[in-house]
């Protein structure tokens, strides 16, 4: 993986928030994500993206009082090899093959993270 860690920053600092989906699927997995998964928040830190603006995710239904992302996807700036992998946890990162269009013109790629599972918080 080649990441243009200075372009992801500046790209994540510039997403407004009104850019972010607000269901409360996905408000509930930015309220938890950082804390919840310290270590792959601070992985990806380290290639400039923010884990609390994902570019989408895909929830399950709540089980129990928990709910599960089975995929996360992030946009990252440069280039990656289709065969990357890479585990922390039982968190698994890929290239993602399946993604709605970004509308970025610049080299780029999206990486799939999951599964994600949160405490199924809907209060507002």
């Given at each position: ?40 928040a ?16 895909s929830?399950l ?16 700036f440069g ?9 922390i ?25 999951w ?10």
């Open positions: 993986m080649n990441v243009n860690v200075h372009q992801n920053i500046a790209y994540y600092s510039h997403l407004p928030e009104k850019a972010l989906c607000d269901c409360v699927y996905c408000k509930n997995y930015y309220s938890q994500v950082k804390s919840a998964y310290p270590e792959v601070a992985y990806l830190l380290r290639l400039g993206i923010d884990i609390e603006k994902p570019f989408e995710t929830p239904e709540p089980q129990n009082g928990y709910l599960t992302y089975c995929c996360c996807q992030y946009i990252a280039s990656c090899s289709d065969t990357f992998y890479h585990k946890g039982n968190v698994e990162f890929r290239k993602a093959t399946s993604y709605p269009n970004t509308h970025i013109t610049e080299q780029h790629f999206v990486l799939d993270v599964p994600i599972t949160l405490k199924a918080n809907f209060s507002e």
